[in-house]
């Protein structure tokens, strides 16, 4: 395992160190002085910067959409007795399990069809649905772990079903809630096949798909590449870094209806 750490943590180092050389090449070693000039001819090219705003667009929209989608498809699901639940539940494990490549083909033409290419919007609808199975399927797992009867003193106050799960379910399942956000971000923010094929202007790319287009057919600026690829990756760092505290609690503490 020691062998494996240093064979991922070497391309980190890369990385650091060529992002702030001048003189970047492939191979690693430390710079002769350490510069901010690949940062800055970076974030001087708008296309670096529209893309990133581009890409965090994407991904808190896709987000924003699973939280809520999920909520809500997922508490009839844990609070109801359905008569083909458990059928309907390893469907939608299936359809998790199915991949992206087997999707785009038709997920192109019906995109054709509804004249939503090189739409931004509906990258974040098709991607939202995309991820929304797996999602679903742990949003239903963290919604059983809240006690029914704290619902049921809700409604004896007279709340709704949609007021009880906003003012007493959510705030009990924020771990839940967190894990989830988290996780539509990461994967929109680093999803790069589907914003190539349904995205068509390069002025709309996101980071994910620009980032590759520093491989150009007139060689690569190691320099810049090294830095971009930094950049990239602070979002999901500093999220992961944000909701950590969220993260390591796991599913909801039980005895909240005791008392």
């Known amino acids: ?32 002085t350490w510069v901010m000039e690949n940062y800055r ?7 670096n910067v529209r893309s990133f705003g581009t890409g965090l667009l994407l991904s808190i929209g896709v987000a924003t959409l699973e939280v809520v989608v999920c909520a809500l498809a997922s508490y009839p699901l844990s609070r109801y007795e359905l008569r083909y639940k458990k059928s309907f539940m390893y469907t939608i494990l299936f359809m998790s399990c199915l991949p992206m490549t087997a999707l785009m083909i038709p997920a192109y033409k019906l995109f054709v069809m509804l004249h939503l290419m090189d739409n931004i919007v509906g990258v974040i609808l098709f991607m939202a649905a995309t991820q929304l199975p797996y999602n679903m399927w742990m949003m239903k797992n963290f919604m059983d772990q809240v006690s029914i009867e704290l619902e049921e003193a809700a409604w004896v106050d007279g709340a709704s079903k949609l007021k009880s799960l906003i003012h007493v379910i959510l705030p009990l399942m924020l771990p839940g809630l967190c894990t989830i956000a988290i996780h539509s971000f990461t994967s929109s923010w680093g999803n790069f096949f589907t914003p190539f094929i349904l995205l068509t202007s390069t002025s709309k790319y996101p980071a994910a798909v620009r980032l590759f287009q520093f491989f150009g057919t007139h060689g690569v600026n190691y320099g810049h590449l090294a830095a971009y690829s930094l950049m990239y990756s602070i979002p999901s ?8 505290s969220f993260m390591s609690k796991g599913f909801i503490m039980q005895g909240a209806n005791k008392g």
């Open 237 to 244: 760092i500093v999220l992961y870094s944000l909701a950590q």
């Open 1 to 32: 395992m020691s062998i494996m750490a240093v064979v991922f943590i070497l391309p980190l180092f890369w990385v650091i160190f060529s992002s702030f050389n001048p003189s970047a090449g492939v191979g690693l070693k430390l710079p002769s």
């Open 41 to 47: 001819s970076v974030l001087s090219e708008s296309k």
